[in-house]
């Protein structure tokens, strides 16, 4: 390199300096110089020094700066235009072929050398000096607090609004968070706000680790993670990261990137502050997503309790050490014929009253803080009545203290009733089955003698006076074919197909069936269905064959002077707490002779001439096997037939 100190420079620095010690010095003074500067020599038209704020714009090495004409460096302005004016603009041609477009601002190095020193600052980095920026960036500075106080429950909007914070200050469009997670070994992007996706998807975890402090990068330097390689690969100008959380748990990576520009001034430092309240944002929502999950878990748990407390079959009663009750469930009240404000203050004995060993086994359990079972004792109703019951006495113990007891009370004696039941329906299904049986070998006979009184009909002459006995006997034959082929079919076992029915539409369908027969007995009807009914689960053939039953029924009591047919749908709770459809069908018949009334749902019992007495029978079998009940009351002038079926819960 040729000789450039003059002596006015050297005596800066002493006049026993030498040169290379001069060198040095003048590019550490370069160096204090935070915009992109050189040292140029306008006689030679050469480059004579760079600072590595140059070094980094240009993305050129020292060597290939260095004593380098400077046309070779900018395509304008020219040696003139820079020698005549102290600001000019012109375009930096960069290391990648990227025009640059700068602003020269000049200065006088050296008197008698005329060297001149050169800040060349990017034209975009003219608008982050200016003093509109300055008041932008403190707006930004304002701007952010505020959207973090947005709710916790939109964290994504709230991080994504501060990333459209930075986007808007540094007019950048290459803007996206990456995430870690402990379910997943990997950085995964968040939220982008890059217009093209240069950006990968996915960083290894590595990234996190060497990006952990804040870092720009730029073409030249160095590349340490997968995110500078495909910055590098996409041509991207810069790349500026800031981690996301605490040092010994991070969170997340912010990238900033560039294509056209170089990086802004205070970009990095912007970054790390709006780092800290990503980092608050997502905080936050972990510690309120925590105490949602841990509320709704409280909540699933005291619901689990009030549910099992009220709808469980066996009687609790809660007492505290003193033996007074505090609480007892709606199952105790129909028990033992109290409310639950008749009981709480009184003492237990006063309430659970029985001749066995209750009291001392109730001592004896707070005092061991042992539970105990007492086994079918017996107890007292409100009305006097007694009953066998199992009674488990249970302790509640909190902090190894005593504070209450439990009594679980199970009514044994409808476990006999239930015992008998059970034999009873043994021996119906014994009977049925004895009649399934019975009813297939009968009916072949009555084939037989059916079609030997068509073959005999037929060659007896049509004026011959057995024919009336003939077709008598025929008449008798087809009644009994039809009375075993019912037979049969309530003999067999019934389990209804599970599928979802839409009742109020099956029922409209069975009664436009039933129309033409309605006009000609001069009978009208009324159809009522409730809007938006819940489907039921069930077998849609047999319910049409119970609807069908009692429609049936309904018209023929009515087929001699006619009258109304209503059919009505509704939702009901009057069963259980579970919601039922109930279906009401109603005539203004003749009712129901008192005499049959209390079996109207046995077999073999009917009021028609031809009827064989099972309608009703199988009508009710196939309700209570889709879980369901059906009622009725019946008075001279009405009859009301109500099937409950529950609501399914699907939709």
């Known amino acids: 390199m040729r000789e450039v100190i003059s002596r006015p420079i050297q005596a800066l620095f002493g ?42 714009l240009s993305a050129y090495s020292q060597q290939e700066v260095i004593n380098e004409n400077l046309e ?30 700068v602003e020269l601002r000049k200065s006088l190095l050296d008197q008698q050398t005329g060297y001149l020193v050169l800040k060349v600052i990017p034209r975009t980095d003219l608008q982050y000096l200016s003093g509109d920026w300055q008041k932008r960036l403190i707006t ?28 808007g200050l540094f007019e950048t469009n290459l803007i996206c968070i990456y995430q870690a997670g402990a379910d997943f070994p990997e950085l995964r992007k968040l939220i ?67 294509m056209e520009t170089q990086p802004p001034p205070l970009l990095l430092e912007t970054m790390e502050v709006l780092a800290i309240y990503v980092s608050q944002v997502i905080s936050r929502s972990v510690l309120e997503a925590n105490n949602r999950r841990e509320a709704a878990r409280k909540e699933f748990q005291l619901h689990l309790y009030t549910s099992v407390y009220e709808e469980v079959q066996e009687g609790i009663l809660v007492v505290n050490p003193d033996s007074v009750i505090i609480e007892i469930n709606p199952a105790a009240e129909l028990l033992f014929g109290y409310t639950r404000n008749e009981v709480q203050g009184e003492r237990i004995e006063n309430i659970l009253i029985t001749p066995d ?49 439990v009594l679980l009370v199970r009514d044994i004696s409808e476990h006999e009733q239930i015992l008998a039941q059970s034999r009873q329906l043994e021996q119906r299904a014994f009977l049925g089955e004895f009649m399934g049986v019975f009813a297939h070998e009968v009916l072949n006979p009555i084939n037989n003698i059916s079609t030997g009184l068509q073959i005999l009909s037929r060659r007896l002459a049509s004026e ?7 077709s008598r006997m025929e008449n008798d034959c087809e009644r009994l074919h039809h009375q075993m082929e019912a037979l049969k079919t309530y003999a067999k076992p019934y389990e209804p197909k599970q599928e979802l029915v839409d009742i109020p539409q099956l029922l409209n369908r069975i009664v436009e069936r039933w129309r033409p027969r309605m006009e000609r007995l001069n009978i009208r009807h009324v159809f009522q269905s409730a809007e938006k009914l819940p489907p039921v689960i069930g077998d849609w053939r047999a319910l049409d064959q119970v609807f069908n ?11 001699e002077n006619g009258g109304v047919l209503s059919v009505k749908v509704s939702l009901s709770t009057m069963v259980s707490n579970r919601p039922h459809l109930e279906i009401a069908v109603s005539d203004n018949g003749p009712g129901i002779p008192d005499d049959i009334r209390e079996k109207i749902f046995e077999p073999f019992v009917t009021t028609k001439a031809s009827g064989t007495g099972l309608g009703l029978s199988i009508t009710k079998r196939i309700v209570t096997a889709h879980r369901g009940s059906i009622t009725f009351n019946s008075y001279p002038g009405a009859t009301v037939f109500r099937i409950f079926l529950p609501a399914s819960e699907e939709t």
Do not use: C
């Open 15 to 56: 006049n026993k300096i030498n040169k290379l010690e001069t060198h040095t010095a003048i590019q550490k003074l370069l160096e204090l110089i935070p915009e992109p500067a050189l040292v140029y020599d306008p006689e030679g038209n050469r480059v004579l020094f760079v600072n590595s704020a140059f070094l980094v």
């Open 72 to 101: 070779n460096l900018l395509e304008n302005p020219t040696r003139d235009e820079i020698l005549r004016e102290d600001i000019t603009s012109g375009l930096l041609r960069t290391r990648n072929r990227l025009d640059i477009p």
């Open 140 to 167: 930004t500075f304002q701007t952010i607090p505020r959207l973090v106080e947005i709710s916790t429950e939109r964290w994504m909007e709230t991080i994504q609004r501060l990333l459209e914070v930075l986007k």
């Open 192 to 258: 982008s706000l890059e217009e093209l996706t240069l950006f990968p998807d996915t960083l290894p975890s590595s990234d996190l680790i060497r990006l952990s402090s804040p870092v720009l990068w730029t073409p030249g330097k160095r590349m340490i993670t997968q995110l500078h390689r495909s910055a590098r690969i996409a041509g991207v100008n810069y790349v500026a990261s800031v981690s996301v959380g605490k040092e010994n748990a991070l969170e997340g990576l912010i990238v900033v990137g560039g």
């Open 357 to 405: 060993r209750f009291l001392p086994a109730l001592a004896n359990v707070m005092t061991t803080k042992a539970s105990t079972l007492l086994e079918n004792i017996t107890l007292h109703r409100r009305n006097g009545q007694t009953f066998a019951a199992d009674v488990r006495i249970v302790p509640i113990q909190y902090d190894s203290h005593l504070s209450g007891v």
């Open 464 to 470: 011959n006076s057995l024919q009336d006995l003939v």
């Open 549 to 559: 039953n009692l429609i049936s029924n309904a018209i023929d009591a009515m087929k």
